[in-house]
Structure formats: structure tokens, C-alpha cells
């Protein structure tokens, strides 16, 4: 049982660098900045020959501009301009794409198990989802990333689960998740969103009225249930404080001055069957002042509740009553669903959902007018089902239409100077397919998009691929929105697994993840040659040895029937993209081990018999021999 040397079976042009990625600002060939390109609209026509350039140019002269002149190819060995995070809905997980070409580079786990990444099989992994409710499953659906003065800084994606009420936190360093807390006090937390321009508070909207604590009490007592928006440090991952609200909480975002959040309300009433909820004309969006909130709390006006200062924002509160109240209640037609705030800060728009319009409110007004409803500016007539907006930095609003199978692009300012309930400021409406719910574009987010793509995330395909029995794709449509004369063009059609719901969309530049671990950031203690050894103590035995190409530290391990084993195993190897696993049949466990990684796996040796525990990555020539024994022991 000596460690062996490692043999380098496979060439190390495994090691390839990416493609050069300096001057990740520049339009290939041209050495434009892409902004001031895609900005100077002017510019773009005198460029028609030039190939490799997104932009309408009538590459196949025909005289006019369409989808067919736009290029999103991203010929092979190269790169995307775009991460894109799509969330996985009741997958549990978030998806990595890369933009124009939209091909899927990664999937995140993150409230679901997955054994590829081992996540939920080591001890580290599957003692972060134990202690966040042990639950298998979650619904993952609005994916942040976030931001440092109002612009993508990097650092994390944090992510709500709607089914059991979580946030979590993917650390864009490994890309993997890192934190999960479980909220106490809501169920259904549904908006996801930070307080900008810094990201210094995370934001869970609850969406399900339920009692507080929901321990049995007020059982079939609706009117006694409630709702609360939850503030979580993101450093920590530590609830802060909740704000109860009449009615419900669905969609939100923050403003970017780091004072005022958003929620949409569509069950104003606190109704529990459908009907009732889609009664009301009016529902609200809710803006929550969080700096009067957060003095509410140091002044320890608020209850504690499972924990957590639990403030009162609802319409009887005094808190409410002053003239600094910590929630405004606006109303707003019908059954709202998104709202986001424009790139420039003036004006949070709701999508009306059950109301064919949007609803544009000022946010400066919060503090001039004293009927709330007077921060309303604009209700332009959209169409059919507007579920969520995005921008291109342009002062265009793009909002998807549910009903309408469309997104419709509008012009803000003519929002906010025309008539309400007028058709005037739209510009232009694209066919999607089809029922859209989600769209973002570029850097929709911050302070700054970027203006060229948008994907539509479209809850149904149809026709759109090969059949595959009745459970069908969704389909993420990829439009280019870059050029005003020529309008939007449907660029592409890509088949996504159930189900995204939100995505953010970021830069390359301002993503920069690394290719091996560095073990310092990892819990577990590096295993070297030199430490690898059996420890046996009272029934306890620890394993720790190394993975490399292509052999474990131990060719074989015996213990006894119902020992409690610890296996640790660092990966030694240092060369990117060189993965190992540990597998051991019939234990359920596939523990990913990624160069420099050291994880810990735990568990109970109680089926006597032989086990060939090995690498699941296909890793060299040699990879089928990389397994060694787990000799068990049966009881006298
Ligand atoms: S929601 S389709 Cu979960 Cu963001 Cu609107
Ligand atoms: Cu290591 Cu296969």
C-alpha cells in the first residue's frame, strides 16, 4: 500500500490555453471598441464587407438588412463575447451559456444533487444542502449577478429556490456554489434581486402568504396569513431583516442608489383560489424605502420572529403613517408580474400581466406627491400578457408578451409624454415561439447594456426541434437588437431543458474564473504524496490519499463491516482540464476532483464484499485502470 509516481499517459497539450482573449473589447478584425460601434449607428453601414462583425450589414446583398445578415457564428476554437446565467427552474440548477452562439458551457448545481460535479456527494457539498433544509430539489428562477457601482463586478450569482424558500450564493471564482441559507418566516421566495449600486443587500420576494410562524396555527384563517420581503447579507449569507406587506410579493428589483426596492403584489387581496386572485382591477407594485427600514430596525421597532427582526410594513402600520412611511403602496392595473428599474435609475417598469399595458413610475416622485399614485407617468398599451422588460441602454424598453407570443420594443420617454393607454411609443413587435416569459438583454441589469442581444426565454417550442415525446423543450430565442433602422432579427432558436426562467447577462471582460483550485480556498486539507496513510480508531477509519493519472494513493484499502469511513483525496495534478473522480459502486457516491481540489467523502462501510472504487472522468489512455479496491470485511 505505497503511493505510486504518477505516469503521463496523457500528452500534456491537455493543458491548452484558451484562445487569446486580450483584446476581448474588439470587434474581431477591426480593432472597434464594439460599443462605440454598435453606439454609432452611422458607422455601421459604411462596414457592410467587413465579415465577422455583428451588425446589419446586407452581407448577402439583397438590399436589405435581416436575420440573415446578422453574424452570430462563433467558429470553432473560438470564443463567446457573452456569459449568460439561465436559471433551471424545478431542475434546481443555473446554466451557463455562451453569447451570440449560445452554446451551453456549463451547468451550476446548486439545490439539486448532481453527481458529474459530485455536488451533494462529498461531506462539504451535501453537509451545505443538509443544513439548508435537506431537501433534493429546488426552483431556481432568478439568477444575479453581482454588481459593484451598478456594473457586473464578477463576484457571485445569487439565486432564489421558489419551492422551499432559499437563496443561494455561486461563488464566480470555482463557479460552483458556495452558500444556501433557508429562510424562515416565507414560503414561496420567488424575485431575487440586490440592493445596487453594490450589492450590499440580497433580496428574497416571498411569494406565498402563509401564517407566521406557519406552525399550524390559522390553518384555514387567509386573512391571517402574510407575506414578507427578506434582506440577506451577502458576504454571510445572514437573514437581516423581513418587512410583512399586505397582499403578496411576485417579481422585483432594486434601484440603483442604493435606497429603494421594488415587488410586484398580484394578490392584493390575499385570496386563495384563482378566481378570487385575478378579481381586483388594481393590484400593487410596493416600494420598499430599506434605509427607513433599516432605522426601523436599529430602533428596534420590529418583532423577532424564528430569529429574525420582523418589521411591519403594511398599510396599518404606524410605521406607514409618517411622512418617511417604509412602504408606498401603488396601484397598478391587474395582476402585475416583472419590474425593473431602467439602466439610468428614473423609473421602475411593471409589467402588467392580466392588463395589456406597462406602467412606468418615477422614482424620484416617492418623495414629492403625497397620493402614491402620482409617481405614475406613463401606461403604455404593449399587448397581450407583458410579463418582464429589458433594456438596450438606448431608452428602449423590450417586453415580453405572454399572450401575444411577442416581444415588443417601446420607447420610454414617449411613454412618459404620450397619453396612458396609448399604442404611440411602441416601435416595433417580433413574432417569438412561443409564450415568452422572461427576456434579457445584454447587461440589461446595470447602468450601462450593451445593446446588442437579447434572449427571449419562451416557455414553449412546439414545433421549433425533433420531436421527443409529449415532455417538449423550451426554447431560448436569441434576437438581435443592435441596429434601430433595421430592427429586431430572430437570430436563433436553442432547445432548453425545463426550465429557465430569469438569466443576467455579462461581459467576458468582467468574468474571470480560475482554471485550477488554489487549496487555500478549499475547507479540506491538501492530501500529498508524502500524506497519504490509513488512520484506524475504534471502528472510525480515514483514508487519505491522492488522485493523479492514473492510479489512487492506495491500490487497495481493507476495513471492517460497519466501520465509519472518511476517504480524503486530493487531485495533485496541476494541469487545467485534468479531472478526477472517486466512485464507489454500490455507495452511491461520485465525488468530483478537479486539479488541486481536495474533497472528503463519509460513509458507512455495511455491505461486506469488494468495491473498485474509480475515476469517472475520462481522464487518459489509462483512465479504465485508475481504480484500486475497497476490500470490506464481513462481521464474525
Ligand atoms: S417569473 S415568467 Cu419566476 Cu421571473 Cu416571470
Ligand atoms: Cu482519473 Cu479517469
Not at 381 to 404: K, N, Q
Not at 441 to 459: C, F, H, M, R, V
Request: aromatic content about 8%.
Amino acid at each position: 500500500m505505497t503511493p505510486t509516481p504518477p505516469t503521463d499517459a496523457t500528452a500534456d497539450d491537455r493543458d491548452s490555453e484558451t484562445a487569446a482573449d486580450t483584446d476581448d473589447h474588439l470587434i474581431p478584425r477591426l480593432g472597434l471598441p464594439r460599443r462605440d460601434f454598435i453606439k454609432a449607428g452611422a458607422a455601421v453601414g459604411a462596414m457592410g464587407t467587413l465579415a465577422g462583425c455583428t451588425g446589419l450589414l446586407d452581407n448577402n446583398g439583397d438590399g436589405v438588412a435581416s436575420a440573415s445578415d446578422v453574424d452570430a457564428s462563433v467558429p470553432p476554437g473560438e470564443l463567446d463575447e457573452y456569459y449568460a446565467f439561465l436559471s433551471g427552474g424545478h431542475s434546481g440548477d443555473v446554466r451557463v451559456y455562451g453569447v451570440p452562439s449560445m452554446r451551453q458551457i456549463m451547468r451550476i448545481p446548486v439545490f439539486n444533487y448532481e453527481s458529474a460535479r459530485g455536488y451533494g456527494h462529498d461531506d462539504e457539498t451535501r453537509e451545505m444542502l443538509e443544513s439548508a433544509g435537506d431537501y433534493t430539489w429546488g426552483d431556481a428562477h432568478h439568477p444575479r449577478v453581482s454588481q459593484t457601482d451598478n456594473d457586473y463586478d464578477g463576484r457571485w450569482v445569487f439565486i432564489n429556490d421558489k419551492a422551499n424558500g432559499r437563496m443561494a450564493r455561486i461563488n464566480l471564482k470555482y463557479f460552483e456554489t458556495d452558500a444556501i441559507v433557508d429562510i424562515p418566516n416565507t414560503q414561496g421566495v420567488h424575485g431575487a434581486c440586490a440592493r445596487l449600486p453594490d450589492t450590499d443587500l440580497i433580496f428574497g420576494v416571498g411569494e406565498y402568504r402563509v401564517p407566521i410562524p406557519n406552525d399550524g396555527r390559522n390553518l384555514d384563517d387567509p386573512d391571517a396569513y402574510e407575506s414578507v420581503l427578506t434582506a440577506i447579507e451577502p458576504e454571510s449569507m445572514n437573514v437581516v431583516w423581513q418587512v410583512r406587506v399586505d397582499g403578496n410579493l411576485d417579481n422585483g428589483d432594486g434601484g440603483k442608489n442604493g435606497r429603494w426596492f421594488f415587488a410586484t403584489d398580484y394578490n392584493s387581496d390575499g385570496a386563495v383560489t384563482e378566481s378570487e386572485m385575478a378579481r381586483p382591477d388594481t393590484d400593487y407594485l410596493k416600494a420598499f424605502d430599506t434605509i427607513a427600514i433599516e432605522e426601523a430596525v436599529e430602533n428596534g421597532e420590529y418583532e423577532e420572529i424564528n430569529g429574525v427582526p420582523v418589521v411591519d410594513g403594511t398599510t396599518e402600520s404606524p410605521l406607514n403613517q409618517g411622512d418617511r412611511p417604509l412602504v408606498h403602496y401603488v396601484d397598478v392595473p391587474k395582476s402585475p408580474h416583472g419590474v425593473s428599474v431602467t439602466p439610468d435609475g428614473t423609473y421602475a417598469i411593471v409589467s402588467g400581466k392580466l392588463d395589456p399595458t406597462c406602467t412606468v413610475v418615477e422614482i424620484d416622485r416617492f418623495d414629492e406627491v403625497d397620493d402614491p399614485n402620482d409617481v405614475i407617468v406613463g401606461q403604455p398599451l404593449v399587448g397581450g400578457g407583458p410579463l418582464h422588460t429589458a433594456y438596450d441602454g438606448r431608452g428602449h424598453a423590450y417586453t415580453t408578451l405572454f399572450v401575444d407570443s411577442q416581444v415588443v420594443k417601446w420607447d420610454i420617454e414617449a411613454a412618459v409624454d404620450a397619453e396612458r393607454r396609448s399604442e404611440d411609443p411602441i416601435i416595433e413587435k417580433i413574432d417569438v415561439h412561443y409564450n415568452p416569459g422572461h427576456l434579457i438583454a445584454a447587461e440589461s441589469y446595470t447602468a450601462d447594456p450593451q445593446g446588442d442581444w437579447l434572449i427571449s426565454l419562451n416557455k414553449l417550442s412546439k414545433d421549433r426541434f425533433l420531436p421527443v415525446g409529449p415532455v417538449h423543450p423550451e426554447n431560448d430565442q436569441l434576437i438581435y437588437i443592435g441596429d434601430d433602422d433595421a430592427g429586431m432579427q430572430l437570430v436563433k432558436d436553442t432547445p432548453a431543458y425545463p426550465e429557465p426562467h430569469d438569466a443576467s447577462m455579462v461581459h467576458r471582460s468582467k468574468i474571470d474564473p480560475e482554471p485550477v483550485y488554489d487549496p487555500e480556498d478549499l475547507e479540506t486539507e491538501y492530501v500529498d504524496v508524502d500524506d497519504t496513510e490509513v488512520i484506524r480508531e475504534d471502528g472510525r477509519v480515514h483514508i487519505k490519499m491522492t488522485s493523479q493519472r492514473n492510479e489512487f494513493g492506495f491500490h487497495d484499502v481493507t476495513v471492517q463491516e460497519g466501520d465509519e469511513v472518511t476517504i480524503t483525496t486530493t487531485n495533485i495534478e496541476t494541469t487545467s482540464d485534468l479531472l478526477h473522480s472517486l466512485a464507489i459502486p454500490q455507495y452511491d457516491i461520485n465525488v468530483k476532483l478537479a486539479p488541486q481540489e481536495t474533497r472528503e467523502v463519509t460513509f458507512t462501510a455495511d455491505k461486506p464484499g469488494v468495491y473498485w472504487m474509480y475515476c469517472a472522468y475520462f481522464c487518459s489512455a489509462l483512465h479504465l485502470e485508475m481504480r484500486s479496491r475497497l476490500l470490506v470485511e464481513p462481521e464474525e
